[in-house]
């Protein structure tokens, strides 16, 4: 019930395809999608091995509510080692593959080894190949979904690939699925493609079931009531997640070149209302909102860019609509590049899905290179002609489509802000936690998110923790710690459900809780969830422990640490990590090395990684 | 009064929530495979159009059985199946012209949209009313007073 209760075992190297039970005792320790993710990692690998060599797994992962009809649930993970962090990765992704897989009949998918020639993997409900992907390697995300779909004669088939950036080891490269849906974060995408893998298609007609399906089918109306009334939930759905850049820019959080400054004079030519707005000829930028498999919310955004821009001039295979911007992709396109034109973020984001790649791990990168061009370490000799300056929006479309394709600077580029930057003899200047990259958060500005980025298991990210409501009210580091500690379980609870983090707008533990006691065997308590999303956490921490990371990783950037941040609320301040860091080991029940102590581990039911 | 579903594409976000619903409702369990109303999506995600079953007043399903499995609910209008006369000839699948009656390789039988006795379950699932039960003879309307708003701002 809500787990099917088997896993798909593939060794790339042998060649060779298993159906396996899944391990209920594991599930129902760690869930599912994030969690279990983990746990068959952890069980599969050695956390030292190289994440780009055979040795190292990579793991599809749902959730026990992904493809029911609770809200938002279409949510898949890909857990593995990531080639960007050398830490865990764990990057999930919506629209509709991740239910697909489950209704194939599968929770998990467990890939090993090393395919000696490129390969996709066909799965039809019980039926699996590995097939040959010599006539779509070096081909683009877009182009192989559809040579999928026609070649097997069936459009019902969903896709999750890489393209030339993962197939050519770009450390941020992404898993794309549906078109523009992405496991985009830490590389895993690299990891895809050193195994030789190009993509997965898969059809699945077997449905999922649930353990109570009245009383589960209640739950989902009262919970789908929460998110239709949430007033949160409708500013998602009507403006997207970019309705954040007005707050950051009046708070003063926004990244603004490189990380320099916190506001940004453009910044109204890139938002959510400039994405509404009705421009020359009648263009708007915004088609319409998208959803998710199952989602209520539809915060995605459709975009298109004006005919007459000069990206697509020329070029009429991008005349049409595709995912447009959301937050993230319009702070890394925008404010930390400082490019201000709508047309040219969106034709980078184009870029991105088609290719494959991490939309911000890009653009922090791509600011990081413009620092160093600006302060005379790049010459345009070394990037084929082109004035890598901030504000110029030809240098951002032309090296976002270069390091999609592998090609010239864009093999520079490929490195990510850490590598970049100690290549070229100033490693200060990569915006950078544990080798990730920095979110659209200034994080002097929010000490909680400073925190969270410091101590995320996958390096920088915006998405593992929630102290938003704390670091708004207060831009000092007192009284962080212990909320950060506590959403980053909460966090790695939701991530472990197969629903989206972004129903937290309208839910709490208590509606988690009631889904999962509805549809999974057992009871779900809320003590319960938490104590999973907790050992979730301390299982992620571990595997770091293992691959050789140390609390000296819990740090941010110099910049953060001791420039003070020019303007907004929170000016004049730097991050006081010293401060949080002790107080966050304190919570986690850790040592002061940031190890969990054996009364932690054994609280929580965990053995030695 | 009959009534009929409504489908506005313009409203709809792709989210499937009535594939859910359909196939919870006639199967128990969730499995979008086995929906009988299908959501289909174009140009990137630019349009999803829901699609299913008009239920035709002289219906070609019924019309092309050979053993009379197609009936009508005299409640609802809608044209269902009768399960235990169906013998899975698939004549009504090639005689439909829409595509909205389908061979079930489980059951062995055809499916169709049965108007859920006449409290449909994607309506019901629908966030967004892209999806409405209306008055089978005034389907026309919402379209029609958006075309009389027209003409109201043209005086």
Redesign the interface.
């Known amino acids: 019930m809500a787990w099917q209760g088997k896993i798909l075992s593939v060794d790339l190297s042998a060649g060779t395809v298993a159906t396996e039970p899944l391990n209920m005792e594991w599930a129902h320790d760690f869930l599912g999608e994030r969690g279990l993710g983990t746990k068959y990692l952890i069980e599969n690998m050695d956390p030292a091995a190289d994440a780009l060599s055979p040795e190292n797994a990579l793991v599809f992962a749902t959730g026990p509510l992904t493809g029911t009809m609770a809200s938002t649930s279409g949510r898949y993970a890909v857990i593995t080692k990531g080639p960007l962090t050398d830490a865990i990765a764990c990057s999930n992704s919506g629209g509709k593959f991740g239910a697909e897989l489950k209704f194939a009949g599968y929770d998990l998918l467990l890939i090993k080894g090393r395919a000696s020639e490129p390969v996709y993997l066909l799965i039809e409900d019980g039926e699996v190949q590995i097939l040959s992907a010599g006539d779509i390697w070096g081909t683009t995300v877009w182009h192989t979904e559809e040579w999928l779909k026609s070649h097997h004669q069936n459009p019902s088939i969903k896709v999750a690939s890489i393209g030339v950036a993962g197939e050519r080891g770009v450390r941020y490269a992404a898993i794309v699925n549906d078109l523009h849906r992405a496991a985009g974060r830490s590389g895993v995408g690299a990891v895809m493609g050193s195994k030789n893998l190009k993509a997965i298609a898969v059809r699945g007609t077997r449905g999922v079931t649930v353990k109570d399906p009245k009383r589960f089918m209640a739950e989902v109306a009262s919970t789908n009531r929460l998110l239709a009334e949430n007033k949160g939930r409708a500013g998602l759905t009507k403006y997207g997640t970019n309705a954040m850049m007005d707050v950051m820019q009046e708070f003063g959080g926004l990244p603004t070149r490189n990380f320099k400054e916190v506001q940004f004079e453009g910044y109204d030519k890139v938002d959510a209302k400039a994405m509404h707005r009705v421009g020359r000829d009648g263009h708007r930028n915004l088609i319409t909102n998208k959803a998710c498999f199952g989602c209520t919310i539809a915060c995605g955004r459709i975009a298109h860019i004006h005919k007459d821009h000069f990206t697509i001039i020329n070029r009429k295979e991008y005349w049409h609509a595709s995912g447009g911007l959301e937050y993230e992709t319009a702070f890394a396109f925008g404010p930390v590049v400082g490019v201000d034109d709508i047309d040219a973020c969106t034709f980078a984001g184009y870029m991105m899905n088609e290719h494959g790649m991490d939309p911000i791990s890009f653009g922090v990168t791509l600011a990081a290179a413009m620092e160093l061009f600006e302060l005379g370490l790049i010459t345009s000799e070394e990037t084929d002609g082109i004035e890598l300056r901030f504000g110029n929006a030809e240098a951002l479309t032309v090296m976002a489509e270069k390091t999609g394709k592998y090609e010239g600077f864009g093999e520079v580029l490929a490195l990510g802000a850490k590598r970049l930057c100690e290549k070229y003899g100033r490693p200060e200047l990569a915006m950078v936690v544990k080798g990730q990259e920095f979110a659209g958060y200034d994080s002097r500005a929010m000490p909680g998110m400073g925190l969270g980025y410091a101590t995320s298991n996958r390096g920088a990210c915006h998405l593992k923790h929630d102290t938003f409501a704390e670091d708004m009210a207060d831009q000092s580091a007192s009284g962080k710690a212990v909320p950060c500690k506590e959403s980053q379980d909460r966090t790695a609870l939701v991530d472990s459900t197969g629903l989206c983090l972004f129903t937290t707008s309208s839910w709490g533990m208590e509606e988690f809780s009631q889904l999962l006691d509805a549809a999974c065997e057992g009871e779900w308590t809320v003590d319960r969830v938490l104590v999973v999303g907790e050992r979730v956490w301390n299982l992620e921490r571990q595997f770091n422990l293992a691959a050789g990371l140390s609390a000296a990783d819990d740090t941010l950037p110099p910049r953060m640490l001791s420039d003070p941040v020019p303007s907004g609320v929170a000016a004049g301040r730097v991050n006081e990590l010293d401060k949080m860091l002790p107080e966050y080991y304190d919570a986690r029940g850790w040592t002061d090395s940031g190890e969990p102590t054996s009364e932690t581990l054994s609280r929580l039911g965990l053995g030695t990684v | 009064m009959f009534r009929s579903l409504l489908i506005d594409p313009e409203k709809c ?5 009535c594939e ?2 359909c ?2 409702e006639h ?8 929906s009988r109303i299908k959501v289909f999506e174009f ?4 349009r ?1 159009v829901p699609y299913t079953c008009t239920q035709c007043d002289e219906a070609w399903c019924l019309n092309a059985c050979p053993v009379a499995a197609i009936e009508i609910d005299a409640a609802t209008g809608a044209k269902t199946v009768n399960e235990l006369s169906c013998v899975g000839c698939k004549a009504c699948t090639v005689a439909c012209p829409f595509g909205t009656i389908n061979f079930n390789p489980v059951s062995g039988k055809v499916d169709k949209c049965d108007l859920c006795a006449g409290n449909p379950q994607c309506v019901e ?1 629908c ?2 009313a892209a999806i409405t039960y209306v008055d089978a003879d005034w389907t026309g309307m919402e379209k029609m007073r958006q075309s009389a708003t027209l003409a109201l701002s043209g005086t």
Not at chain 2, 13 to 17: H, K, V
Not at chain 2, 43 to 46: A, D, P, T, V
Request: proline share 8%.
């Open positions: 976000t792709g989210c499937l929530q859910l619903a196939s919870f199967e128990g369990v969730f499995n979008p495979a086995r140009e990137h995600g630019r999803s699932a966030p967004t």
